[in-house]
C-alpha cells in the first residue's frame, strides 16, 4: 500500500506562485507515473501534470507555460512549481501515484484570490 503526503497548498493572490510536494512511501515496485490532479467543487477531476519515471512530462494545455512538474526517484518526491497563478487555478490538488494501482494523497487546497 503506497501512501502519498501532499504539501504547499494556501493562499495567494493572482500573479503569485506556489510549489506543492508530495512524498510517497510503502511502494514495493517503482512507482512509474506521478502527477496531480485537481478538482472544484461539481466538477470532475482534470489531470494537471504528470511525470513518468522516465522524466517524461504531460501538462493540461490551461497550465502548460505556468506550471512545471518534477520529481526525485530516489525519494519518491514529486513537486508542482505553479507560477502566474490564476482564480481559475484554484482547486483541491491531489497527487497521485502508479505502482501496481493507483494511489492517491488526501488533497491540498490552492486558493488563488486578492
Known amino acids: 500500500q503506497v501512501q502519498l503526503v501532499e504539501s504547499g497548498g494556501g493562499l495567494v493572490q493572482p500573479g503569485g506562485s506556489l510549489r506543492l510536494s508530495c512524498a510517497a512511501s510503502?511502494?514495493?515496485?517503482?512507482?512509474?507515473?506521478m502527477g496531480w490532479f485537481r478538482q472544484t467543487t461539481g466538477k470532475s477531476r482534470e489531470l494537471v501534470a504528470r511525470?513518468?519515471?522516465?522524466?517524461?512530462?504531460y501538462y493540461a494545455s490551461s497550465v502548460k507555460g505556468r506550471f512545471s512538474i518534477s520529481r526525485d526517484n530516489n525519494k519518491n518526491l514529486v513537486y508542482l512549481q505553479m507560477n502566474s497563478l490564476r482564480a481559475e487555478d484554484t482547486a483541491v490538488y491531489f497527487c497521485?501515484?502508479?505502482?501496481?494501482?493507483?494511489?492517491w494523497g488526501q488533497g491540498t487546497q490552492v486558493t488563488v484570490a486578492s
Open positions: 497521485y501515484a502508479d505502482e501496481t494501482a493507483r494511489y
Open positions: 511525470i513518468g519515471v522516465d522524466g517524461s512530462m
Open positions: 510503502g511502494n514495493r515496485f517503482v512507482i512509474n507515473n
